[in-house]
């Protein structure tokens, strides 16, 4: 099984601010990654597959990088929307999503 | 719209058996990739089960024996019969369409709680 690991576990940042999530596979995926935004009592939202394409409908302030075993979210200027947990899936044998990353106001 | 709605989450006691249904609009299940994940308290997501367009059904180790897959297609309903329940498998059991190949989970459900517990 791929184990996803995420960092950090709680990220403190300002509005406006930039945030930088980390999701780390314990062997390669290659560009088989998703990232998902979900805020308490709904569903979780896709917002980047393929490492790096983001989602119809989500911001632009929204981007992923990486490939092989270590990934990014990058959110660029901080929305009130945008606090939520982030988590990380992998698809390249079969699906394993990382512990999520809680993105809270500063 | 793509719409996917869960029910038949409740309390129910080790050993016991639960239905889920999730009733999708906007949308064939039967040509689609459909998946049921879950999420256990204070935990992060896990993958339960895959039910290809083509019928093949597929299970994570821990619900494998236990948990069954299924559609109606008359209904255009996702199904997943548990049965011997653990404490271990109260979670919110959320339905999901995957993308065309089978890779992401694309739309969500918004879920229904299943607690196991005497």
């Known amino acids: 099984e791929i184990v996803m690991t995420q960092s950090p576990a709680t990220l403190s940042v300002s509005p406006g601010e930039r945030a930088t999530l980390s999701c780390r596979a314990s062997?390669?995926?290659?560009?088989?990654l998703a990232w998902y935004q979900q805020k308490p009592g709904q569903a979780p939202r896709l917002l980047i597959y393929?490492?790096?394409t983001r989602a119809t409908g989500i911001p632009a302030r929204f981007s992923g990088s990486g490939s092989g075993t270590e990934f990014t979210l990058t959110i660029s200027s901080l929305q009130s929307e945008d606090f939520a947990v982030y988590s990380c899936?992998?698809?390249?044998?079969?699906?394993?999503f990382g512990q999520g990353t809680k993105l809270e106001i500063k | 719209e793509v719409q996917l709605v869960e029910t038949g989450g409740g309390l129910i006691q080790p050993g016991g058996s639960l239905r889920l249904s999730c009733t999708a609009s906007?949308?064939?299940?039967?040509?689609?990739?459909m998946s049921w994940v879950r999420q256990a308290p204070g935990k992060g997501l896990e993958w339960v089960s895959l039910?290809?367009?083509?019928?093949?059904?597929y299970y994570t180790d821990s619900v494998k024996g236990r948990f069954t897959i299924s559609r109606d297609n008359s209904k255009n309903t996702l199904y997943l019969q548990m049965n011997s329940l653990r404490a271990e498998d109260t979670a919110v059991y959320f339905c999901?369409?995957?993308?065309?190949?089978?890779?992401?989970?694309?739309?969500w459900g918004q879920g229904t709680l299943v607690t196991v517990s005497s």
């Open positions: 039910l290809y367009s083509g019928g093949s059904t």
């Open positions: 393929g490492a790096s």
């Open positions: 999901a369409r995957l993308n065309h190949e089978g890779d992401y989970f694309a739309y």
């Open positions: 899936q992998q698809y390249n044998n079969w699906y394993t």
């Open positions: 906007g949308f064939t299940v039967s040509s689609n990739y």
């Open positions: 062997q390669s995926v290659s560009s088989k």
